[in-house]
């Protein structure tokens, strides 16, 4: 597939890589809540940085809801069911944070003119191109749920399918958009409705005909409050989908009852 290539966006800021990596760390259980953080020299020699970025980038964690400073006593890895959920928590670092193993398989992967509906979720006009990356995400390689997301073209500039393919698409979306986009990501709207599984999610899952499964539908920001994905989360396995399913979990039931 050939790709039109724009120029590329700039580099995050040094102290914005140093926040992703150390975010990287917490949600891999490196650095586990309640654990003291590592002391400002000791960033310093690790990462050959100075004391002004790993300041910044510590403030940046600490906004996000991963660290809390506390006078006199050091920084320590938040606890995440205490945190003020300002932090944008990846079904990646969730699923490493209970201990499993997060992956995903690539289905598909095109830039398009995207559905008339989502293209005006994410603020662009019609005729913009999106790109379109369909996955399967796993636990401990079990399936788990079927991912359709859709981000702007703009956001990954001078990045062809090919060299997506190649970039981390088995882990984390948001930090592959962290590595081209530099404006983090800092918000969202996240609504998780029940439906009819289709027949692709049926085949998927092995699923009997009519039966209801959840769909989160996810629209993530920047800190300029731009668009960023737009993500079509349907889950074909309740047991690992807790938060989602403990809140929809009558809905489902309801029009399981229904069909």
Not at 22 to 30: C, H, N, Q, T, Y
Not at 31 to 51: I, K, W
Not at 110 to 135: C, F, M, N, W, Y
Not at 151 to 168: K, M, R, Y
Request: contains cysteine.
């Amino acid at each position: 597939m050939l790709v039109e290539r724009v120029s590329p966006a700039p580099r995050p800021p040094l102290y914005g890589r140093l926040q992703s990596e150390l975010r990287d760390r917490i949600e891999r259980g490196v650095y586990r809540p309640g654990d003291l953080f590592p002391s400002e020299a000791e960033l310093m020699a690790e990462h050959s940085v100075s004391r002004i970025t790993v300041r910044r980038a510590i403030a940046e964690l600490q906004r996000e809801g991963l660290v809390t400073t506390r006078q006199g006593a050091g920084t320590y890895v938040s606890d995440p069911s205490r945190a003020g959920a300002q932090c944008l928590l990846s079904f990646t670092s969730v699923v490493l944070r209970e201990g499993r193993e997060p992956g995903a398989r690539l289905l598909s992967m095109k830039v398009e003119h995207g559905p008339a509906d989502i293209v005006a979720q994410l603020g662009l006009s019609p005729d913009t191109d999106v790109v379109h990356i369909k996955r399967l995400r796993t636990v401990d390689d079990e399936p788990v749920f079927l991912s359709d997301a859709y981000i702007p073209a703009s956001v990954l500039p001078g990045v062809a399918c090919d060299d997506l393919a190649t970039s981390g698409l088995d882990q984390s979306l948001y930090r592959l958009i962290e590595r081209h986009h530099p404006v983090p990501l800092e918000d969202g709207e996240e609504v998780a409705t029940a439906v009819i599984a289709n027949e692709e999610v049926r085949q998927i899952f092995a699923l009997p005909r009519r039966s209801p499964v959840i769909r989160n539908t996810c629209l993530l920001r920047d800190r300029n409050g731009s668009p960023i994905i737009y993500e079509e989360a349907t889950w074909g396995v309740p047991q690992h989908s807790t938060v989602i399913w403990r809140r929809s979990f009558a809905a489902m039931q309801e029009v399981g009852n229904k069909a």
